[in-house]
């Protein structure tokens, strides 16, 4: 028994010290100035539901759930229940503005024990934009907006692995066609991405009760460079790299406690430095990131001004726990960390959750490591959803 546990601990021990390497040194002297990766549609990467949200964004391996299309569309197929429905809203960076949000649609439906398709809708407002002349006129207004749309074949290999395939459609559409002097209009941005994963979980026994180890690997967002005028210079979407693992352990009939962590990085390349910034041709550190989509995948393990050590900085990671009682009601708590040069994000999440039949609802709240002052503060995630067996009732699992 003894062993089994040491086991499992030291895997989650060796699993958190890899992703926490690039974070030890917080000398930014060391490696220069902030540097961090530049992607256009970054809200692809924003938490959207609240049940990851409020765990630390954990996802890769935590249990199959609704919302499973953002973190790892390989765990539908482990799913219990036919088919279920999800609405997320995130009121986003209130302490800035008030009418930014993202609101996010999903679904998936079990084509018979091993094949499951889905499908989500992820919808960023960005508010009401005002446009001026030279001289502060009001000229028009613009309420922009972001979206994509995907779908996802997914199918259990085997009792233990599974995996799957997606394909995406983005949509940015920031100005609305606003013209501006000597400048070419704007136009929404648009590309197309894919993405594949897969997700292995096997049952343990500690002290004659039942445990679950799981693994998942998901590279999404494999995408067309994005641009919004025939002049401007193409940029990568947020290509990310997750990697993640989970230790389900059953104290009893009724209790349940769940620990997770995940690895992100993104596989786009980094910023190098130039002599002259206005030189781009005069690179003193790092590579060229003017290169094709997976030749940017391919140099972004490499190719950071800083060497090994940036690179290791290019891994944020999330740590989170949950513990459910009879499946019906849960709490959670975890913690999201990215190097101060690569971003600086770093925050604690809480939340709760409660399932009635089909009906099940939760509720997350980020809480900034640096203090209310973060634009990251009071951000609150409800997510509302739907699980229906074979026969059309309640769900058996959370």
């Known amino acids: 028994m003894i062993k089994k546990i040491f086991s499992v601990l030291l895997f989650f021990l060796v699993l958190n010290n890899v992703v926490v390497l690039g974070q030890f040194n917080d000398d930014v002297s060391l490696l220069g100035s902030p540097n961090a990766l530049r992607v256009a549609v970054p809200f692809l990467m924003i938490a959207p539901d609240s049940r990851a949200g409020s765990m630390g964004d954990v996802g890769a391996a935590s249990e199959p759930d609704i919302n499973s299309q953002h973190w790892n569309p390989s765990k539908y197929a482990f799913s219990e229940d036919e088919w279920g429905l999800s609405l997320s809203y995130t009121p986003w960076l209130r302490n800035l503005i008030n009418d930014i ?50 779908m996802a074949y997914s199918r259990k290999f085997s009792e233990k692995i599974g995996g799957s395939v997606g394909f995406k459609f983005i949509h940015s559409d920031l100005t609305g066609g606003f013209v501006q002097a000597s400048q070419p209009a704007g136009k929404p941005g648009q590309s197309f991405a894919a993405s594949i994963s897969t997700y292995y979980e096997t049952p343990l026994e500690i002290d004659r009760k039942e445990a679950e180890l799981a693994f998942g690997l998901h590279i999404s967002n494999i995408g ?33 406690i769940s620990l997770m962590v995940d690895g992100n990085k993104l596989l786009v ?26 030749t940017g995948m391919l140099q972004s393990f490499y190719d950071a001004p800083g060497g090994y050590k940036e690179e290791l900085r290019e891994i944020s990671y999330g740590v989170g726990v949950e513990y459910s009682y009879s499946g019906q009601f849960a709490v959670r708590g975890g913690y999201f960390d990215e190097h101060m040069t690569k971003g600086n994000r770093k925050y604690f999440s809480i939340g709760a959750g409660v399932k009635y039949n089909v009906f099940k609802l939760d509720f997350a709240y980020l809480i900034p490591r640096a203090g209310q002052a973060n634009p990251l503060a009071n951000t609150v995630r409800f997510t509302l959803g739907f699980d229906f067996d074979k026969s059309g009732g309640r769900s058996r699992k959370r």
Do not use: C, W
Not at 116 to 143: D, M, P, R, W
């Open 224 to 256: 067309t460079k994005l641009s919004y005028n025939d002049d401007a210079t193409k940029d990568f979407i947020p290509t990310n790299l997750r990697l993640g693992g989970r230790f389900t352990f059953n104290m009893d009939e009724y209790n349940q």
């Open 101 to 150: 949000n993202l609101t996010y649609l999903v679904g998936y439906y079990k084509l018979d024990e091993q094949q499951v398709v889905s499908a989500s809708l992820l919808y960023f407002s960005l508010g009401q934009i005002h446009f001026t002349n030279k001289i502060g006129e009001s000229t028009s207004t613009h309420n922009a907006n972001e979206f994509a749309f995907d």
């Open 269 to 294: 390349p980094t910023p190098p430095r130039y002599d002259d910034p206005d030189n781009i041709n005069l690179i003193t550190a790092g590579m060229d990131p003017d290169v094709s989509v997976i």
